[in-house]
């Protein structure tokens, strides 16, 4: 298995020399190596114990030495952060070159070739089990997408791909120096100081250190901070959101579908993967003002996408309103917003994703994204309509579908939050479910007007719309193009939506065969900046008492076939294992 | 001691210091061949390329072959590490720079076959002043005594004013010629000023014996009384070697200097000039801090009588342990010179610092400790000042060469940082001061590939477009797809991002900032390489997005020569990046013998 993860992260690159010249040639051979990755991605995934800690680790010392020295490890593993955005980020790339196959027709090469170093970053990125290797494949992330961006992208590409190149950056260099901070401190606690970067280890080490009284609350507060300002960048934010919508417009539609649908998550992820786990104190205090940023975040992103009338634009603030949702979600500090949090972004993944594939396929025939410039377009490509009630729905969190199981857990977690703790957050609790109603409103909005009503088509398009429409299989990539060609989906882009779909109905049905997987990682994460946080709620005793009482009912009450805990029992969310019993997980089959 | 015993002793040492000294000694004599070539086979073109290059090469290999005894050289008493009767020290660290002289002269002088910068019929004089540069350098990269720090400094410096105005036909090479010159004088000349200063106050030039006097004053009024005349010349000393480092406030000959003079003598300039200050100032600083901060090992008899034999020492000359004291055997002491000998065994690990070194001293710390700590807080100063001013100053330009020299000389802050931390650890933690060190080499070696690079592009893009403007250069890579990749990943190498050899040079160095403590520095390290990212990424942006210009359309791609040497020297960026253990293993191999 260890081998196996290896050759995946690193198969699309070794892939590269088989992308050939030819635009034909190229797509073709980046198709069958995504598909290649993807299928042992999702095999690894699948393959993944329910109720394991970590699955599939490769090491091997990359930089390494005596006293005084470093110790780099090249380490690659899946746990229960990684096990299903890892698989994700395969299954949008082969959505991305799928939705590329006619778009992109100058440099195509050059352009299949940095989707599949892109794949490797995204890939590298989750499996990483060291930090400085994280960090690798996290800028490695964003020289290919610099490029896409700006080379493949619309009118204004080049200044939002630098945009979106300097706040990233900006942002990560303060996060390398709060990594580089946390390895430091963790190297204090070894008798030979050896500075170490295996996460692993340095969760451990700083744990040791915290339980010592040797990693202060100021310590810690400041490194969160430098870890919060890449984190809040790549989420984004509120305040540091405004790179998003600017690169998410004027990226070509593969750049917007892996931007929203992987790239946006690795802040996400390393807000789970090193603030709370490593800063637990920190984390706890620095929440009210974390989840504070992310409620208004909703709010603001949600009335942003009320304004818009460019579809790109309306579903870019969007993901500013969803991801939102996930910060709400894990800083709300309890399991049911982590795991709501965490299964949400996943979701968003698969719908704006999706969303943004959708959007391609739209500009691709009409050549325009404008909202008013539609019209009852569901008459005239049913299918394509089918796919877009789907991802919407999914998007606003209809009931059977991924989006309600992570926003009723997110908003489940944020009330159970604010009831504990009594400081007037049940305000963020409130506004958070108005962001739900809002996005109802925007997204509905949006489908009514471009996909009932009366027919509209762009004029662009519409001239040879029914020249088109005869003889769908017959139509090649340059002719396709010319043609202005309006006809429903092919099979090609059929296939680039159902497995997203799948997922979509799978995660809304089943959710408690993802949760189950996340449970015992997150579970043992959390657990420090978990207890942090309710040691928050009051003096001992009987705010104590009103937690787990308080606990108790969530239990009782949470959603998705939760098996039955031992009550008052300290490991009562962790796998069992760390705490040398078992128990079941929380979360099962 | 006899006169005859002594010419004796001189004599050995001599001849001993010439065997160390032959990569040198192959440079000189390439010099000369160089110079008869042009008087006997004028007409050959390209002799004097090959035969720079076969000497340089020469003299690489020399210096390669050399490692395995320096590596012993620890063990060695300390008289083996003094050559020329302690005037030039021949230990790793000065190994490791010397071998990264010859190695960039090497790839240089392909370099330079490659553009045909100067005139046909002035190669030779261009070569030989460029390898009177080098061999300069060399001696900067073995100085233990001052006057070879200044006659080093202005060995190097003397050439390179001349090449700086090398191309006549330009009134701004001239021009730079002149300013670099006169900069270089007058700081010459402070330098030379400081250093009396600081031989009057510590009474030697011999670098380890000023080192030892510091450390004897432990009597705090006697300190302070001398502490004024010793900071001025130590403030001094600095400025000479701050204007070869270019780093700010002796900075200002830089953006002319490079702008006014061609691309390759920039790539010179830029990139082991520099590294040849920096060598320079950690000789300056171990030799004053206490060259021998060390714990020193005794080495195994059989080791040591081998390495001994190498070296023509006798072989009872092995150190042995007397009161917590190494001294040299009796034949070391015979064969030393009074100035060395006193110097070498000083020890001064950290259990025995506390008790014999610190005891007597005031609350402040001993004089030692003193002046490390200046030291420490000006290299950070003029650290962190060169690496914010050089950013910023980039920012603005449009010359390509212009904004590459405030690259450099921000670049020049970022390698001062590493230094600075070692400084100031020297003498509290003196394994984790040549880790620092080490970091500090990794940077110079990862450095003079990426300045190369920069150089490099600069001057073939100036021989395609006969422009150096940075927005004549829109859209190269329709033209060019390779080199422009090549370029690009010189660049993001340039702003330190992962996986490149750039990123793995300043994690390096920033690394050596948190074990020293020096959290403003990394900080401001941190602010900078974001700062940094706005012009680096504007050079990429302009080659690779914006939509070329008719001129650019129709140029020609660039020659096979020029595409390949570029990428060679990217994909060495790229492979270092990933694979630097054992560059840095090297480095920290080096960095151990101080």
Request: glycine share 10%; net charge neutral.
């Amino acid at each position: 298995m260890s081998t196996l993860l290896l050759v995946t992260v690193f198969l699309p690159v070794l892939g590269l020399p088989l992308v050939g010249r030819r635009r034909e040639s190229a797509r073709l051979a980046s198709l069958l190596i995504v598909t290649a990755t993807l299928l042992l991605s999702g095999y690894l995934a699948f393959a993944f114990p329910a109720g394991a800690g970590e699955f599939a680790v490769w090491e091997t010392s990359w930089v390494g030495g005596r006293f005084p020295g470093v110790d780099l490890r090249l380490g690659l593993g899946l746990d229960g952060l990684s096990v299903w955005i890892f698989p994700l980020s395969s299954l949008l790339t082969f959505t991305a070159i799928l939705v590329s196959w006619h778009a992109v027709d100058r440099g195509a090469t050059s352009f299949y070739r940095l989707l599949l170093i892109l794949l490797t970053g995204m890939l590298g990125v989750f499996a990483a089990r060291d930090v400085l290797l994280f960090y690798v494949f996290f800028e490695a992330t964003l020289i290919p997408l610099f490029f896409l961006i700006g080379m493949w992208g619309h009118e204004e590409r080049r200044y939002a791909a630098v945009k979106f190149f300097l706040f990233t950056l900006a942002g990560s260099v303060l996060t390398f120096l709060g990594l580089l901070a946390l390895a430091i401190y963790s190297a204090q606690s070894q008798p030979q100081g050896v500075l170490t970067f295996s996460i692993p280890h340095l969760t451990e080490n700083l744990m040791r250190l915290r339980a010592n009284g040797q990693l202060p609350l100021t310590v810690q507060i400041w490194i969160f901070l430098a870890l919060f300002a890449g984190f809040a960048v790549k989420v984004p934010l509120f305040p540091l959101h405004t790179w998003l919508p600017l690169a998410h417009v004027e990226a070509p539609t593969a750049g917007s579908v892996l931007l929203a649908g992987i790239l946006l998550k690795i802040g996400g992820y390393g807000f789970l993967r090193f603030s709370l786990p490593m800063l637990p104190d920190a984390s706890a205090a620095c929440a009210p003002w974390i989840l504070i940023l992310a409620a208004v975040g909703i709010i603001y992103g949600a009335l942003t996408a009320l304004a818009q009338r460019d579809i790109k634009r309306l579903i870019a603030y969007s993901s500013v309103s969803h991801l939102g949702f996930c910060v709400l979600g894990f800083f709300a500090l309890n399991p049911l917003g982590l795991h709501g949090g965490l299964l949400q972004m996943v979701n968003h993944g698969l719908a704006t994703g999706g969303l943004f594939a959708v959007v391609g396929m739209l500009y691709e025939r009409y050549h325009t994204r404008q909202i008013e410039a539609f019209g009852g377009l569901a008459r005239r490509l049913p299918i394509l309509a089918c796919f877009m009630f789907l991802l919407t729905f999914s998007s606003i969190g209809l009931p059977g579908l991924n989006g309600f199981a992570g926003e009723f857990l997110i908003l489940t977690g944020m009330f159970e939050r604010a009831w504990l703790l009594q400081r007037g957050e049940l305000v963020l609790a409130v506004a958070a479910v108005f962001g739900v109603v809002l996005a109802a409103w925007y997204m509905l909005q949006l489908v009514g007007r471009v996909f009932f009503g009366e027919l509209k088509e762009p004029v662009q398009g519409g001239m040879e719309a029914h020249a088109g429409l005869a003889g769908a299989e017959h139509v090649t990539g340059d002719h396709y193009r010319s043609q202005g060609w309006t006809g429903d989906l092919t099979a090609r882009e059929v296939l680039a939506l159902a497995p997203l779909g799948v997922f979509i109905v799978w995660i809304g049905v089943q959710p408690s065969f993802f949760l189950a997987r996340m449970t015992p990682t997150l579970d043992a994460l959390s657990r420090p900046a978990t207890r942090a946080s309710r040691s928050e709620a009051g003096p001992a005793t009987a705010a104590a008492e009103a937690v787990d009482a308080a606990e108790r009912v969530a239990n009782r009450r949470s959603a998705f076939g939760r098996a039955q805990t031992t009550e008052g029992d300290p490991c009562r969310y962790s796998a069992g294992i760390a705490c040398g019993h078992q128990n079941p997980p929380p979360f099962t089959d | 001691m006899n006169l005859l015993h002594w010419i004796g002793q001189l004599e050995g040492d001599a001849y001993r210091s010439l065997r160390l000294f032959a990569p040198e000694g192959l440079v000189c004599a390439t010099m000369l061949l160089l110079l008869l070539s042009r008087m006997l086979l004028p007409s050959r073109r390209r002799l004097p390329y090959w035969l720079a290059f076969v000497g340089v090469f020469a003299a690489l290999a020399a210096a390669v072959m050399q490692w395995p005894f320096f590596a012993l050289l620890p063990q060695l008493p300390h008289t083996a590490v003094g050559g020329f009767t302690g005037l030039l020290r021949f230990d790793t660290l000065g190994l490791f720079f010397r071998i990264l002289f010859f190695g960039f002269s090497a790839v240089f002088i392909l370099f330079l076959g490659m553009t045909r910068l100067p005139p046909d019929e002035d190669v030779g004089e261009f070569l030989v002043l460029y390898l009177a540069s080098i061999l300069g350098l060399c001696v900067m990269a073995s100085a233990d005594h001052l006057l070879m720090v200044l006659l080093g400094m202005e060995m190097a410096g003397v050439p390179s004013y001349i090449l700086a105005g090398f191309i006549k036909s330009r009134r701004a090479s001239g021009e730079a010629a002149v300013k670099f010159a006169l900069f270089g004088a007058a700081s010459a000349g402070v330098m030379l000023y400081g250093m009396t200063l600081l031989a009057g106050s510590l009474g030697s030039l011999h670098l380890p014996t000023m080192g030892m006097r510091l450390a004897a004053w432990t009597d705090p009024s006697a300190f302070a009384a001398r502490a004024p005349v010793l900071v001025l010349g130590l403030l001094m000393l600095l400025v000479g070697l701050a204007f070869k480092l270019s780093a700010v406030p002796f900075h200002f000959w830089v953006p002319d200097v490079f702008e006014g003079s061609a691309a390759e003598v920039g790539a010179y300039l830029s990139t082991v000039s520099k590294a040849g200050a920096l060598i320079l100032l950690i000789r300056v600083a171990s030799g004053l801090l206490g060259a021998d901060a060390t714990i020193p090992r005794l080495p195994d008899p059989a080791q040591f009588a081998a390495a001994a034999s190498r070296f023509d020492m006798p072989a009872d000359s092995r150190p042995v342990i007397r009161e917590g004291v190494i001294q040299a055997g009796a034949a070391a002491d015979r064969n030393g010179d009074p100035n060395v000998r006193p110097v070498a065994f000083a020890r001064q690990d950290s259990t025995a610092e506390h008790s014999t070194a610190e005891h007597s001293t005031s609350e402040l710390g001993s004089p030692a400790q003193l002046v490390s700590r200046f030291l420490a807080a000006v290299i950070a100063v003029l650290a962190a000042v060169s690496c914010t001013f050089g950013n910023l100053a980039a920012y603005g330009q449009r010359n390509f060469k212009r904004l590459l020299a405030y690259s450099t000389i921000a670049h020049a802050g970022y390698m001062l940082m590493p230094v600075a931390a070692a400084v100031a650890m020297w003498r509290t933690q003196p394994e984790l001061a040549r880790w620092a060190l080490a970091a500090s080499a990794l940077y110079v070696a990862i450095y003079l590939i990426m300045n190369l690079g920069a150089f490099a592009t600069t001057a073939f893009l100036r021989d395609a477009f006969q422009s150096e403007t940075i927005d004549d250069f829109a859209g190269w890579i329709r033209v060019s797809p390779s080199l422009t990749v090549a370029v690009a990943v010189i660049m993001f190498s340039l702003i330190g991002l992962p996986p490149l050899a750039g990123f793995v040079a300043k994690f390096a160095a920033f690394a050596s900032l948190t074990y020293s403590g020096l959290w403003a520095l990394l900080v401001i390290g941190a602010v900078n390489t974001a700062i940094s990212l706005f012009y680096y990424l504007r050079v990429v942006k302009v080659m690779v997005l914006d939509a070329p210009s008719e001129a650019v359309a129709a140029m020609p791609p660039m020659g096979k020569g020029a595409v390949t040497f570029l990428a060679v020297l990217a994909a060495s960026l790229l492979v270092l990046g990933v694979l630097w253990q054992p560059l840095f293993t090297w480095a920290k191999a080096a960095a151990g013998a101080l």
